[in-house]
């Protein structure tokens, strides 16, 4: 239990560098989210839920085992998530790391959305929304 708690928590601290989003050159957010939501589809027809509980005992003082704890879980998920994956591959997009904007550049300056995904250079960066939404800029284009 503490191996998973270390790993999730170094996982969380590592993702929060960078946004890796199924990214496809000249795509826009619309074209991106509906393909999305079509392979989202796609996944959970052919590959639809399978919850299995599984049982684990409770162990005493005395090592004998006074009761159980059911652990629910859904078997094909990780099916899922890969036949989602391999739906977006097929339509041309791949996973793309692309740093989080530093905050002097966002405070100095003011930048607008890219209309459609460019081809990731050293200027494009990724931009956290209020809602949670995450946007691209280019740093060497500020709007002022």
Request: charged residues 20%.
């Amino acid at each position: 239990m503490k191996k998973t708690v270390f790993f999730l928590t170094t996982l969380a601290v590592l993702t929060g560098c960078e946004y890796t989003p199924m990214y496809k050159e000249g795509a826009t957010p619309q074209e991106t989210n509906v393909t999305q939501a079509q392979c989202n589809t796609f996944a959970a027809n052919t590959v639809p839920p399978h919850i299995v509980t599984d049982w684990y005992p409770i162990y005493g003082a005395n090592g004998q085992v006074i009761g159980s704890r059911p652990e629910t879980y859904d078997i094909n998920e990780g099916r899922r998530h890969t036949a989602v994956k391999n739906c977006m591959q097929e339509q041309g997009f791949t996973r793309a790391s692309i740093p989080y904007c530093p905050k002097d550049a966002l405070e100095t300056n003011e930048y607008r959305p890219l209309p459609k995904s460019p081809p990731l250079t050293d200027t494009i960066c990724a931009v956290r929304q209020s809602d949670g939404s995450r946007v691209l800029i280019d740093l060497s284009k500020p709007v002022n």
